[in-house]
């Protein structure tokens, strides 16, 4: 996985939106995934197939990040999000 990456939110998911938080459920394990503020940005971009590199360019704006940062920690997130079913490859 890298920048130029598609994903998109996995099917079979539900998820809320709490304050400025996003909680998840993976309907077919059952298991919650509670995602912080920035977290929650990057999923909200993700509902469609999108770039990895296109979702760190809107969170850097959105949260004035380094470019640098923002790319290492968003790619860590989706590949974290992809390893537990929550994101998937878009080809």
């Given at each position: 996985m ?9 099917e079979?998911?539900?998820?809320t939106e709490?304050?400025d ?10 298991k919650?995934?509670a995602?912080?503020?920035?977290g929650s ?8 197939a ?11 704006q959105?949260?004035?990040v380094?470019r640098d940062?923002c ?5 860590a997130?989706?590949?974290e999000?992809?390893g537990?079913?929550l994101?998937?490859i878009?080809?």
């Open positions: 890298d920048l130029k990456t598609k994903v998109m939110s996995s079979g998911l539900v998820n709490l304050d938080e996003v909680v998840v459920m993976h309907v077919v394990d059952g919650y995934y995602l912080n503020a920035v940005a990057v999923w909200r971009k993700i509902t469609s999108t770039s990895i590199s296109d979702v760190c360019d809107a969170i850097e959105e949260f004035e380094e940062i790319r290492r920690d968003v790619l997130l989706v590949e999000l992809y537990v079913g994101v998937e878009v080809e």
